[in-house]
Nanobody
Framework: QVQLVESGGGLVQAGGSLRLSCLASRNVFSISTMGWYRQAPGKQRELVATITRGGSTNYADSVKGRFTISRDNAKNTVYLQMNSLKPEDTAVYYC?????????????WGQGTQVTVSS
């Protein structure tokens, strides 16, 4: 089975930094675009950042210049370095794997990790 396990969430003051990690199953990680999504209270889940197997990245406008997504393919781990955190970054952050499947894709999700930014 595919399992994505997030870690690194916590409480931080505005302006601070936090690094999230997501460990994934090797067979999925090796061929998947990985991503981070977040869901704030009362809001829909939204894209934060994605990274392809080859390292191409994409970011939501709200986090550009502050967050950096990266992956270590040898460790089957994707990271989200979050700097200059704002209270509006408070959310549950979810790791995602987008696996190609016959021209389409199959999505997997972690359980999420809470990030709280105090003002």
């Amino acid at each position: 089975q595919v399992q994505l396990v997030e870690s690194g969430g916590g409480l931080v003051q505005a302006g601070g930094s936090l690094r999230l990690s997501c460990l994934a199953s090797r067979n999925v990680f090796s061929i998947s675009t990985m991503g981070w999504y977040r869901q704030a209270p009362g809001k829909q889940r939204e894209l934060v950042a994605t990274i392809t197997r080859g390292g191409s990245t994409n970011y939501a406008d709200s986090v550009k210049g502050r967050f950096t997504i990266s992956r270590d393919n040898a460790k089957n781990t994707v990271y989200l370095q979050m700097n200059s955190l704002k209270p509006e970054d408070t959310a549950v952050y979810y790791c995602n794997a987008d696996r190609p499947l016959s021209g389409s894709s199959l999505l997997y999700w972690g359980q999420g990790t809470q990030v709280t930014v105090s003002s």
